[in-house]
């Protein structure tokens, strides 16, 4: 959702972002972009598999990714590999020779969180799988660790309840402790930011955490914005787009870390009806997520019975 309301706002500054949100209010049928296409892809290889298989996930990025959605090029080239036969440990490193920092491997990542919201070294072991097929770049696989671990801490918070913010960088913290110190001076930062107690304006969020296309300028913005507006998603996506820069991917990650905390009746029903429907659209997104926490409720089921 946050991906389709964000995308007609992507590269604008914040002051012009601000000045359009009224856009938000106008309905029409909105459509989503690269984001929610990989984000798809990914979800229908754990319903196929019950787990993270690189090799599939490659598979059913070369079978379903549309190309025409907006991807950045080294995602776009990486593609474009698998389907001409290379696997899926060769095609990381054909634009970017030390591999991607972008955030295309977070944008997708949030269905790992769901699935292994029970298990935090789980997610943080499968959202490195699942990147590695477009992005080694440390950069750019902890920031997907750090969005799909925002996400899991999200979905275990109780939605009746205050978020736990302060807990929720600590938790994170740990998680990211083995990986680039970027992350860890942005969870700093963060939580400086939450002591001073008082709302940020959007541009002060921007030039602290980041609103660009790399992934360590644009994760910790989206868990900011999450913690400090959840469990309200209309004034979180609002809140993510005003950063302006890389909207639809920072609005995207934080429409799934809240909705992850607040389930599908915290959502806005004149929001949803404006996306687009259709083969792949959003009767097909809620059905991948019925199907998704079945198969995670039936592999539970199981190993713990
Ligand atoms: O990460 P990726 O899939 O891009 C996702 C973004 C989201 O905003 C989507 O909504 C879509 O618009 O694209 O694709 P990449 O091309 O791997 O990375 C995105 C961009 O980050 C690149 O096109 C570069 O501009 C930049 N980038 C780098 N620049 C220099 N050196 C990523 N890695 C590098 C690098 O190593
Ligand atoms: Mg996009
Ligand atoms: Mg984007």
């Not at 913690?227 to 209309?234: E, G, Q, Y």
Request: with cysteine; charged share 20%; hydrophobic share 40%.
């Amino acid at each position: 959702m946050g991906d389709a309301f964000g995308s007609g706002f992507e590269g604008m500054d914040p002051d012009r972002a601000m000045f359009h949100m009224s856009n938000l209010s106008k309905k029409f049928a909105r459509k989503y972009t690269d984001d929610t296409d990989m984000t798809f892809a990914l979800a229908e290889s754990i319903i196929h598999c019950g787990r993270i298989d690189p090799e599939n996930i490659a598979e059913q990025f070369s079978l379903r990714c549309d190309l025409t959605r907006g991807y950045a090029i080294g995602t776009i080239k990486a593609v474009q590999a698998l389907r001409a036969g290379l696997k899926w440990d060769e095609v990381a490193r054909i634009v970017f020779e030390n591999g991607s920092f972008g955030n295309g491997a977070a944008m997708r990542v949030s269905p790992v969180g769901l699935f292994y919201h029970h298990d935090l070294d789980g997610v943080r072991q499968s959202t490195i799988k699942q990147a590695s097929i477009t992005h080694v770049h440390p950069l750019g696989q902890w920031g997907a660790v750090m969005q799909a671990c925002s996400v899991a801490l999200a979905v275990i918070q109780d939605p009746k309840q205050r978020f736990r913010k302060e807990q929720m960088v600590i938790s994170l913290r740990e998680i990211l402790w083995g990986g680039p110190i970027e992350y860890i001076k942005a969870l700093n930062k963060i939580e400086e930011m939450l002591n001073q107690g008082k709302k940020l304006q959007a541009r002060e969020v921007a030039q602290s955490l980041g609103n660009g296309v790399e992934a360590h300028f644009s994760v910790p913005s989206a868990c900011y914005i999450a913690i400090t507006c959840s469990p309200d998603f209309c004034d979180a996506i609002r809140a993510a787009i005003s950063l302006g820069g890389d909207t639809d991917t920072i609005a995207g990650m934080v429409g799934a870390i809240v909705g992850a905390h607040v389930g599908e009746k915290g959502l806005p029903l004149e929001w949803i009806e404006q996306l687009e429907d259709g083969l792949r659209g959003r009767s097909f997104a809620k059905s991948l997520a019925d199907r998704l926490f079945e198969i995670w409720w039936e592999t539970h089921q199981t190993s713990s019975g």
